[in-house]
C-alpha cells in the first residue's frame, strides 16, 4: 500500500523553463514533507521541505506547494538546468514513527 | 566536513550467507538510520538507531539487524540472504529532527 505516489516515473524539459514534478499521499496524519535529488551512484541529497501549517516555501530556484485538502504536494523549479537532471523522491516524515516513506522517485531530464 | 560515509561500495554475496555493512554518520549526528532501495523504487525504511538501540523498525524480517556503537557509528548485518535481498542499503545520519543526510550506499548483489 503506496502511502506517497509519484505517478509520473519521467520528464523532460527544456533549460531554462520550469520543471513540475508532482506527488500524492494519502494519509492525513502526515505533516512534514521532504524532497531529495539523486544523480547516479550517489545517495539521495535534501532539496527542500515543508511543513503542513505552510501552503508554500521557497528556496532559490525551488519551490514546494502543499495542497493539503488534496493530499497533494509539487515542486517547482525555474529555470531549469541540464544539473538537475537527476530522480527526485518526495517523502514524508511519519511523525512519530522517526522514518521517512518515500515515492518511487520522477527522473527528471533537462534538454539544453 | 565529511559527510555519510558507507562501506563497502558494492558487494557481491550467495544465497545462504551473511553480510555486515557499516556507516560513519556524518559528524554531530547522533542517529542512524537504515534504508533499502529496490531497483525502481524509493528507499523502504528498516530501522533506526539512537543512542545505541534500535529506536524503530520498519517492515523487514528479523534476519536483518543493527548495531550502533558508541561513536554513534552504525552496522547492518543480514543473515541467510535471498536472492530479493539484492539492493542499495543506504544509511542516513541526523540530530534532532534535522533532514536526513544520505551516505552514497552499498550495493549488494546477492546470486
Known amino acids: 500500500d503506496q502511502q506517497v505516489k509519484q505517478n509520473s516515473p519521467s520528464l523532460s524539459v527544456q533549460e531554462g523553463r520550469i520543471s513540475i514534478l508532482n506527488c500524492d499521499y494519502t494519509n492525513s496524519m502526515f505533516d512534514y514533507f521532504l524532497w531529495y535529488k539523486k544523480y547516479p551512484a550517489e545517495g539521495p541529497t535534501f532539496l527542500i521541505s515543508i511543513s503542513s501549517i505552510k501552503d508554500k516555501n521557497e528556496d532559490g530556484r525551488f519551490t514546494v506547494f502543499l495542497n493539503k485538502s488534496a493530499k497533494h504536494l509539487s515542486l517547482h523549479i525555474v529555470p531549469s538546468q541540464p544539473g538537475d537532471s537527476a530522480v527526485y523522491f518526495c517523502?514524508?516524515?511519519?511523525?512519530?514513527?522517526?522514518?521517512?516513506?518515500f515515492g518511487t522517485g520522477t527522473r527528471l531530464k533537462v534538454l539544453a | 566536513d565529511a559527510g555519510v560515509t558507507q562501506s563497502p561500495t558494492h558487494l557481491i554475496k550467495t544465497r545462504g550467507q551473511q553480510v555486515t555493512l557499516r556507516c560513519s554518520p556524518k559528524?554531530?549526528?547522533?542517529?542512524v538510520s537504515w534504508y533499502q532501495q529496490a531497483l525502481g523504487q524509493g528507499p523502504q525504511f528498516i530501522f533506526q538507531y539512537y543512542e545505541e538501540e534500535e529506536r524503530q523498525r520498519g517492515n523487514f524480517p528479523d534476519r536483518f539487524s543493527g548495531h550502533q556503537f558508541p561513536n554513534y557509528s552504525s552496522e547492518l548485518n543480514v543473515n541467510a540472504l535471498l536472492l530479493g535481498d539484492s539492493a542499495l542499503y543506504l544509511c542516513?545520519?541526523?540530530?534532532?529532527?534535522?533532514?536526513?543526510?544520505f551516505g552514497n550506499g552499498t550495493r549488494l548483489t546477492v546470486t
Open positions: 559528524s554531530g549526528h547522533d542517529t
Open positions: 542516513a545520519s541526523s540530530l534532532n529532527n534535522s533532514p536526513l543526510h
Open positions: 517523502a514524508a516524515d511519519d511523525t512519530g514513527t522517526y522514518k521517512y516513506i
